[in-house]
Nanobody
Framework: VQLQASGGGLVQPGGSLRLSCAAS????????MGWYRQAPGKQRELVAT????????YADSVKGRFTIARDNANKNTVYLQMNSLLPEDTAVYYC?????WGQGTLVTVSS
């Protein structure tokens, strides 16, 4: 399985971004997909996960601001809608699916 993440970039505080992650090479629906992030000098941390049944889990720091969802047509594609972004959300964001990890996409929140 290969995961391809996209959608990162530079955004001002209070702004929004949507990350996408598409899995290829897997013919079955991946049960759990999610996003982690790693800020400079910090350990990688969970952002959000979603199961094939739609159950979600969020880090406390992003609850109410971020939404994870799976594509209705292609269940092995996952999105992360990030609203009300804060400078502390700056990190490289990685998607996961099963045991696979994507290459990471950089999100920078700065004025």
């Amino acid at each position: 399985v290969q995961l391809q993440a996209s959608g990162g970039g530079l955004v001002q505080p209070g702004g929004s971004l949507r990350l996408s992650c598409a899995a290829s090479g897997e013919i079955f629906i991946i049960n759990k997909m999610g996003w982690y992030r790693q800020a400079p000098g910090k350990q990688r941390e969970l952002v959000a996960t979603i199961t094939s049944g739609g159950s979600t889990n969020y880090a406390d720091s992003v609850k109410g601001r971020f939404t994870i969802a799976r594509d209705n047509a292609n269940k092995n594609t996952v999105y992360l809608q990030m609203n009300s972004l804060l400078p502390e959300d700056t990190a490289v964001y990685y998607c996961t699916g099963g045991a696979a990890w994507g290459q990471g996409t950089l999100v920078t929140v700065s004025s």
